[in-house]
C-alpha cells in the first residue's frame, strides 16, 4: 500500500494511541461520557467555591461596574437553569435570574446547588446516542461556566484567598 508520507504519520499516530489504551485497558471516552464529565466537573468547582467564599465578601467587585461574587455566581447559575430546561425539552430562554433575590451566601448556595442537582439529573437521564445528535445546551453552558470560573479565580486572587483548586490536595 502507498501512503503519502502525511497519511503514514497519522496512521502510525492513530496506531500508537488505540495500542496505548488497549494497553492501559482504557477504552476512548464517549461523547455522551465527556459532555456529562465537562459539565460536572466545572459545576463542582464552582460550587465548591461558593461554599468557600467568605460570606463578608460575597458583595465584593472588582470594579463598580461588574457583578459583585455573589451575583456572578447567580449568573451562572442561570446557564445551569437553562441546560436543565434545554436538555428536558422544555421552552427555555437564558432566563436572568435577579441576584436582588438572593441576597446571602446561603441562598446562593442553595440556589445554585439546587440547579446543579436539576441540571445533572436530566442530564444523566438522556440517552447516550442523544449526544450524538448535538452537544447542546451542554456544551455552551459548560464554556460559560468555565469562562466564569476563571473570573471567580481572580476575585480570589485579589482578596488575597487561594482557590479550592489551587490548594495543595490532602
Known amino acids: 500500500m502507498n501512503l503519502r508520507p502525511s497519511a503514514k504519520l497519522s496512521l502510525?499516530?492513530?496506531l500508537f494511541?488505540?495500542?496505548a489504551s488497549a494497553c492501559?485497558?482504557?477504552a476512548p471516552k464517549s461523547t455522551a461520557a465527556t459532555v456529562r464529565g465537562n459539565f460536572t466537573?466545572?459545576?463542582?468547582?464552582?460550587?465548591?467555591?461558593?461554599?468557600?467564599?467568605?460570606?463578608?465578601?460575597?458583595d465584593y467587585r472588582m470594579k463598580p461596574e461588574m457583578r459583585s461574587f455573589g451575583e456572578v455566581i447567580v449568573h451562572v447559575t442561570?446557564?445551569?437553569?437553562?441546560a436543565g430546561k434545554a436538555g428536558r425539552g422544555e421552552k427555555a430562554s437564558w432566563d436572568e435570574i435577579d441576584p436582588k433575590n438572593y441576597t446571602t451566601?446561603?441562598?446562593i448556595v442553595a440556589l445554585l446547588e439546587k440547579s446543579i442537582a436539576d441540571s445533572e439529573a436530566?442530564?444523566?437521564s438522556l440517552p447516550d446516542d442523544s449526544f450524538a445528535k448535538t452537544v447542546e445546551p451542554w456544551?455552551?453552558?459548560?464554556?460559560?461556566?468555565?469562562?466564569?470560573y476563571g473570573l471567580l479565580v481572580a476575585y480570589y486572587r485579589a482578596n488575597g484567598i487561594v482557590p479550592p483548586e489551587s490548594r495543595p490536595k490532602k
Open 105 to 107: 451566601k446561603a441562598s
Open 17 to 19: 494511541f488505540a495500542f
Open 139 to 148: 456544551d455552551d453552558v459548560t464554556e460559560h461556566s468555565a469562562e466564569h
Open 122 to 124: 436530566t442530564l444523566k
Open 24 to 26: 492501559l485497558g482504557q
Open 41 to 58: 466537573y466545572i459545576d463542582r468547582k464552582i460550587l465548591a467555591m461558593a461554599k468557600d467564599f467568605p460570606e463578608e465578601k460575597y
Open 12 to 14: 502510525a499516530i492513530g
Open 78 to 82: 442561570s446557564g445551569i437553569v437553562y
